[in-house]
C-alpha cells in the first residue's frame, strides 16, 4: 500500500492522487520516490493503461523537498551520496517520461521547486487558473540547483534565454507568465483542471517528449544580442561573479548545467546535472541558507525561544508612542496584521504624518498591483492618530518609540502607564538605553520589555526582544507572540549595552575607521566589505547614520564604565566631526562627498588625513577582518549570556543588518571556517592588530577538543 499517493484506474486512464497523510503540501521524498517509481513501472507494464493523469488531493500540487528534511539529509552526506539522491529522483521522471503512455501534469495549484520537476517530467502540463497557483524552479534561493532533471528540461522545453531567467531568478511564475513562457500548455479554471486532462488524453496524444525524437534542437538564444552561445555564457558567467564572487557557487553551478547539458544528448546532461547538484548539496553554502533562513527563521517565528506554560495570546489593540518613523511603521505593520493601532504623538498634525507614511506605502503598492485600494482603505481605518492617552484604553500592548532621550521616555511612560489596562504589556523601541533602566519609570517591571524594531520597519523582518532584569517570562511568551502575529522573525537577547546587533554591528563599522587609521586605501575598504558580502562598505554606513552616533555611545561608554577601552577608531571619528566638520550625510559631508545631483564618492581629502601606507593588505585579509571581527563579537554575547542560542546570533547577523546569507550568520561562518582554524586565524590577528581579535576562552576551549556550537 503506498503511503503518499493513491492510484484509481478507469476506462484506461490511471490517476495518481498525490496525498501526503502528514503534512498540508506534498513534498518530495526517498520513500515518495520509491512509490512513484513503483507506480510508474506497473502503469508501463500494464497494457491496459493508457494515458496517466497526476493530480494532487491538497490544494497546491507539489512542493519541493522539505527544506528541513534537506537539512538532515545534508549532515554528512558525502558527494557520492547526494549524486545517487539526485540520480534516483531523475531515474523516477525519466521513467516517467519514457514508460511510452501520455502522462497529464493536472496541477490544481502551486507547483515550485521538485514539484515543477514532476510536471516537466509529464508529457503535458495543465495549470488551475487560481489566485495561489505559481510554478516555479527556485532552489537557487536556497543555494541548490533543481537536482532531477529540471535545468535539462528547461532549457529543451522553452529554450535557452527564458529557462536562464527562470532558473538563475528562482522566481515563480502566476497562470498567464507561465503560459506565456511555455512552462505550462494550458491553463483553466481549477475545478475543470481533470476534465481537462481527460480531454487532452482522449485526443490520443503522442507520448514522446521532443528530446527523444532523432534531429532535436535546442532553441537557441536569440533576444541576447548576435553572439555564439559560447559567448553568451561566457559573459553571463562574468556577470554573476562579478554580483556573487566565489562566495555563492549555486548560480554559477546552474549556468555550467545549461551550457555543459547543452552540448550533449539529454540522458549525460542528466547527469552532468546529478554531478552539479551534489557538489552543491555537499558546499555549505546551501546548508548555511537553509539552516537560518528557513530552518532556524520558521523555528523563530513559531516561539523557539517561548517560554513554556502560557497561553497563547494575540494582540487586539496596540498602543504606539511616538509617531515618527518607527512609531509610523509599527503601526503599519500592525494594521496590516488586523490589529487596531493608536498613534500618539505630542500634536496632531504629527500624529497624522505619522498615518500619512502607511498612506503612502500603500498607494505604492497599489500603484504596483501588490494590492487593492479597498484593502489599503480597511488597513488605514485601523491606524488612529491622536495626542489623547485615554485612547490607550483597551490595549493589550504599548510601544514607545519617542526620541532617544531617558527623560522623554520615562515621561510619556508614566502616562501611557495611568492610561493603559493593569495587564497589559509595556515595551520600548529604544536603539540605545538600557531596558532595565527605563523599566523604572513603569511601576510593573516584570511587565516591560523591549521590542527593537528595524528600519524600515515595513520591510526589515527581524524583532529583537530585549529582556529586562526583571522582565517576566510571561511578558517575552506575550511578546514573541505579537511579533508572530504581525509576521515577524523574533530573537530574545538579554539587555546590555546595544543589545546584540547594535553591538555587533558596531564592531564591523569600528573595523572600517581602524583600517582607515592603518592606512588601508578607503576604496578598498569599501570594496574589500562589499566582496565580503557585506550589502555596503563600513564607511558609507558610518556616514548614512551620522559619524556623531557611534562616537556618541564611545563617549557615553567611557563615562559610564570604567572597564571599558576606548577602541583607537574613535580617533578617526573625533578627527572627522571635530576635526573636520565632516559628520556625514545629513551634514551634507562625511568620508564620501555629496555633489548635489551628482554621484556621492570618497572624500579625495581622506588621502591627507589618513595617509595611505605603501604598502597595501591583500583583499582577503582585509576581507576577513571586517568578518570575523563580527562573529568573535557574536561569540561574547553568546559566552556572556546576552544571546542564549546559536541561532538567534545568526538571525540577528543576516536579517538585520545583512550579514552575508551565504554564511548563514555570524556563528555558522565560524563553523563553515572550522573552529580550530578559526581560533587559529584569530590569534594571527591579535597578534598583528590588535587584541580585539583574541578569541574568547569558551570559544578557545570548543575548538581545542574539536567541540561544535550547542545547537539544541
Ligand atoms: P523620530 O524622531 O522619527 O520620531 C520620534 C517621534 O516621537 C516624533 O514624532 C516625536 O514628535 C515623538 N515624540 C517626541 N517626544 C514625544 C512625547 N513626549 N510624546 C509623544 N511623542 C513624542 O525617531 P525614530 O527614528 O522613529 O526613533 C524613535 C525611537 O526608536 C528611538 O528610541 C530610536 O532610538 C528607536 N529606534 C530607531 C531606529 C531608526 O533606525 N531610526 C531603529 C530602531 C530603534
Redesign the pocket.
Known amino acids: 500500500m503506498a503511503k503518499y499517493l493513491r492510484t484509481d484506474a478507469e476506462n484506461g486512464i490511471l490517476t495518481i492522487t498525490l496525498d501526503d497523510p502528514d503534512a498540508s503540501v506534498n513534498t518530495v521524498s526517498p520513500d515518495w520516490v520509491t512509490e512513484m517509481t513503483q507506480t510508474i513501472e506497473a502503469a508501463r507494464d500494464d497494457e491496459a493503461i493508457t494515458g496517466i493523469i497526476i493530480a494532487s488531493a491538497k490544494s497546491g500540487f507539489m512542493a519541493g523537498a522539505d527544506l528541513k528534511f534537506i537539512l538532515g539529509e545534508m549532515q554528512g552526506m558525502s558527494a557520492q551520496d547526494a549524486f545517487a539522491f539526485s540520480q534516483r529522483a531523475t531515474a523516477m521522471h525519466r521513467a516517467l517520461e519514457t514508460c511510452g503512455k501520455p502522462v497529464v501534469a493536472a496541477m490544481c495549484g502551486f507547483a515550485l521547486g521538485g514539484g515543477y520537476e514532476l510536471a516537466l517530467a509529464c508529457t503535458h502540463r495543465i495549470l488551475a487558473d487560481d489566485a495561489a497557483a505559481v510554478v516555479g524552479l527556485p532552489e537557487v534561493n536556497v543555494g541548490l540547483l533543481p537536482g532531477s532533471g529540471g535545468t535539462q528540461r528547461l532549457v529543451r522545453m522553452i529554450g535557452v534565454d527564458k529557462a536562464m531567467e527562470a532558473l538563475l531568478e528562482g522566481r515563480s511564475y502566476t497562470p498567464a507568465t507561465a503560459l506565456e513562457m511555455g512552462m505550462v500548455d494550458q491553463v483553466v479554471a481549477t475545478d475543470k483542471v481533470i476534465d481537462a486532462a481527460r480531454q487532452w488524453l482522449a485526443t490520443e496524444p503522442d507520448p514522446t517528449r521532443p528530446w527523444d525524437v532523432k534531429g532535436f534542437a535546442i532553441q537557441q538564444s536569440n533576444g541576447l544580442l548576435k553572439q555564439s552561445t559560447a559567448g553568451i555564457f561566457t559573459m553571463v558567467t562574468a556577470k554573476l561573479r562579478s554580483k556573487y564572487g566565489d562566495n555563492y557557487p549555486a548560480p554559477i553551478s546552474i549556468l555550467a548545467c545549461i551550457f555543459e547539458g547543452m552540448q550533449v544528448p539529454f540522458d549525460k546532461g542528466l547527469l552532468v546535472e546529478s554531478r552539479h547538484f551534489a557538489h552543491l548539496m555537499t558546499d555549505p553554502v546551501a546548508r548555511n541558507i537553509i539552516r537560518t533562513t528557513f530552518v532556524n527563521k520558521g523555528l523563530a517565528q513559531k516561539g523557539a525561544r517561548r517560554p513554556d506554560g502560557f497561553e497563547r495570546r494575540k494582540v487586539g489593540k496596540v498602543g504606539i ?8 511603521g509599527i503601526a503599519y505593520s500592525a494594521a496590516l496584521a488586523g490589529i487596531e493601532a493608536v498613534l ?3 500634536d496632531q498634525a ?1 500624529a497624522d504624518r ?1 498615518k500619512d507614511w502607511s498612506r503612502k506605502v500603500i498607494d505604492k503598492l497599489v500603484a504596483r498591483g501588490k494590492t487593492s485600494e479597498e484593502k489599503g482603505a480597511v488597513l488605514l481605518d485601523r491606524i488612529h492618530p491622536t495626542t489623547d492617552y485615554q485612547q490607550l484604553g483597551g490595549c493589550d500592548l504599548v510601544i ?5 532621550d531617558t527623560a ?2 520615562a ?2 511612560t508614566g502616562k501611557a502607564e495611568a492610561a493603559m489596562p493593569a495587564d497589559a504589556v509595556f515595551a ?6 538600557p531596558i532595565s533602566d527605563l523599566a523604572k519609570a513603569f511601576s510593573r517591571p516584570g511587565d516591560f520589555i523591549g521590542l ?4 524600515p520597519v515595513d520591510r526589515m523582518a527581524l524583532v529583537e526582544i530585549i529582556m529586562g532584569q526583571e522582565t517576566k517570562p510571561e511578558t517575552l511568551a506575550r511578546a514573541i507572540d505579537f511579533v508572530a502575529q504581525i509576521r515577524k522573525v523574533p530573537i530574545v537577547v538579554n539587555d546590555s549595552r546595544g543589545f546584540y546587533t547594535s553591538r555587533v554591528f558596531q564592531t564591523f563599522i569600528h573595523e572600517g575607521m581602524e583600517l582607515l587609521r592603518e592606512g588601508v586605501a578607503p576604496e578598498l575598504i569599501e570594496n574589500a566589505a562589499k566582496q565580503a558580502g557585506m550589502p555596503v562598505g563600513p564607511l558609507a554606513v558610518i556616514d548614512e547614520t551620522s559619524i556623531e552616533l557611534p562616537l556618541k555611545i564611545v563617549r557615553q561608554a567611557e563615562a559610564e564604565d570604567p572597564s571599558y577601552r576606548r577602541p583607537t577608531s574613535a580617533d578617526v571619528m573625533e578627527r572627522m566631526v571635530d576635526g573636520l566638520g565632516r559628520p556625514g550625510r545629513k551634514g551634507g559631508a562625511g568620508f564620501y562627498d555629496y555633489p548635489e545631483g551628482g554621484k556621492k564618492h570618497l572624500w579625495p581629502g581622506l588621502a591627507e588625513e589618513f595617509p595611505v601606507a605603501e604598502s597595501q593588505p591583500d583583499v582577503e585579509e582585509v576581507k576577513r577582518r571586517l568578518l570575523y571581527v563580527q562573529s568573535l563579537e557574536t561569540v561574547r554575547c553568546l559566552e556572556e549570556g546576552v544571546l542564549t542560542h546559536p541561532a538567534d546570533g545568526d538571525l540577528g547577523a543576516v536579517l538585520g543588518w545583512g550579514f552575508p546569507t551565504w554564511t548563514g550568520g555570524t556563528v555558522s561562518l565560524i563553523e563553515t571556517v572550522g573552529l580550530e582554524t578559526f581560533v587559529e586565524e584569530c590569534d594571527r590577528l591579535a597578534e598583528a592588530y590588535g587584541d580585539r581579535f583574541l578569541p574568547p576562552e569558551g570559544l578557545r576551549a570548543r575548538a581545542s577538543v574539536g567541540e561544535g556550537f550547542d545547537w539544541s
Open positions: 508612542l511616538g509617531a515618527g518613523m518607527m512609531g509610523a500618539l504623538d505630542t504629527t505619522g514607545e518609540a519617542v526620541f532617544e522623554i521616555k515621561d510619556v520600548s523601541n529604544t536603539s540605545t538605553l527593537h524594531f528595524f528600519s
